[in-house]
């Protein structure tokens, strides 16, 4: 069975410092991967996704960028966190069979990011 | 713009009772929906999904509605337990993208 794994669980830190998030999925091969941000009470936002290795699509101007270094890896990044980051990151992993905008996507269990 | 959402924020049932959960998309073209589950701190769960060529599917407990001449998706789950109690978003095929509903919030009484 496939499994996606995110950590950490929940991070703090200062304004102006960088930004490492992991996300590494199992028991598939070539997956869709997505990084989305959840406010409070709000739904999920879209921020990137990759339908391959060194292949991203940014869909909102940010102070984020993610990297896909290896298949089943996905790294969301940043060089200087704004207080504005602040959120609960979420990875999601999808087949690419059919398509990815017809196959569910399957979530991680996030990152609570608070800035400082 | 086009966008996927809720008739209510929250609901509140009574433990054994049947719950249902509306969505409203506007997107006539979307031909894809999913409805997840979410509990507090953790990521959202796929529940199930439809296709836009089905009226209704049924998993577990758990039926999806499709009314495409409104553009209206339910969900109803029976004989709610205390573990429904979730956040419960729907999410659109808008394309290309899943669009995510703001959720409803159901809580189950004992």
């Known amino acids: 069975s496939q499994t996606i794994h995110q950590w950490p669980a929940t991070l703090v830190q200062p304004v102006g410092s960088p930004l490492s998030l992991e996300c590494t999925v199992e028991?598939?091969?070539?997956?869709?991967l997505y990084w989305y941000r959840q406010a409070a009470g709000r739904g999920l936002q879209l921020l990137f996704y990759s339908v391959g290795i060194g292949q991203i699509s940014s869909e909102v101007p940010q102070n984020l960028s993610a990297s896909r270094p290896q298949d089943r890896q996905f790294i969301l990044s940043s060089k200087k966190l704004l207080l504005s980051d602040s959120g609960f990151y979420l990875c999601?992993?999808?087949?690419?069979?059919?398509?990815?905008?017809?196959?569910?996507?399957?979530f991680g269990d996030g990152t609570r990011l608070s800035i400082l | 713009g086009e966008s996927v959402g809720l008739h209510l924020p929250t609901l509140s049932v009574q433990e054994g009772d049947n719950s249902i959960i509306n969505c409203a998309y506007s997107n006539s073209a979307s031909d894809y929906f999913i409805w997840y589950k979410q509990e507090s701190g953790k990521g959202p769960q796929f529940i199930i999904d439809i296709r836009s060529n089905m009226d209704k599917r049924q998993g577990q407990r758990v039926t999806v509605l499709l009314n495409k001449t409104v553009k209206h998706l339910s969900l109803q789950i029976a004989a709610t337990q205390p573990g429904d109690s979730a956040v419960y978003f729907c999410?659109?095929?808008?394309?290309?993208?899943?669009?995510f509903g703001k959720g409803t919030k159901l809580s189950v009484k004992p």
């Open positions: 999410a659109e095929n808008n394309w290309g993208n899943l669009i």
């Open positions: 999601a992993w999808s087949r690419t069979s059919g398509g990815y905008s017809n196959q569910p996507q399957h």
């Open positions: 028991g598939t091969s070539n997956p869709n």
